[in-house]
């Protein structure tokens, strides 16, 4: 069996994609489908409080799951990346990877990353569509005057003051998905009727 198409070619050209298990087979025998949620949405919109509620929802019902948060992945894999257009992609580049291999292993892999370019998030979601693994878009929509009162991290005020450059929705762009899977409007909808809504969409399509 040929190795799964990549989004880039890898700089070596001295590897060979080693088979295992199969997909198919790791599902059947873990008895769970594996699946990325990708939250999308400005800064202070709600995507990891909502991440956070839904993967504590999924462990509770004995589900597989696990949340990369975009401050923390930060932390580590991807401290030596800064804010630039570049580096965004970048982030989101191996992030996606990340999460496509984490999803890999039939657990629901859930994505809080504000990934505020439309090729981005079609590149993520190409990362796991070239290993057929599943991908979910999700809109976390809230207005920017709403996430502005919110402010948690006062991230807003700094860029209102300049003290932040290349701050989305501020001094940089956000480009709104286009066609989520869901939608979710957090300045209408509580962070539980939120997860209500995504786990009836998992259940639905047999996610979980």
Not at 16 to 42: A, N
Not at 144 to 170: M, N, S
Not at 178 to 197: C, D, M, Q, R, Y
Request: hydrophobic letters at 35%; glycine letters at 6%.
């Amino acid at each position: 069996m040929s190795a799964p198409h990549s989004t880039s070619e890898p700089v070596s050209k001295n590897i060979v994609w080693h088979e295992g298990v199969s997909q198919k087979q790791r599902e059947e025998l873990v008895g769970q489908r594996g699946v990325t949620i990708w939250f999308t949405g400005l800064s202070a919109s709600g995507k990891s409080t909502l991440a956070c509620a839904l993967e504590l929802e999924l462990l509770q019902r004995g589900k597989r799951a696990f949340r990369l948060d975009g401050d923390n992945v930060r932390f580590g894999l991807n401290k030596d990346l800064g804010f630039s257009p570049k580096d965004r992609e970048e982030n989101i580049r191996r992030v996606g990877e990340v999460a496509k291999l984490v999803a890999s292993s039939c657990t629901t892999t859930l994505t809080a990353f504000i990934s505020p370019y439309l090729a981005d998030r079609a590149l993520a979601r190409k990362i796991h569509e070239d290993s057929s693994i599943p991908f979910l878009e999700v809109f976390v929509d809230a207005p920017l005057e709403e996430v502005e009162k919110r402010d948690p991290k006062g991230l807003y005020a700094k860029a209102r003051a300049g003290v932040i450059k290349e701050f989305t929705g501020i001094s940089a762009p956000y480009e709104a998905p286009e066609k989520p899977e869901l939608h979710i409007k957090t300045n209408e909808t509580s962070i539980e009727e939120g997860v209500a809504h995504i786990v009836a969409y998992l259940e639905k399509n047999n996610f979980i």
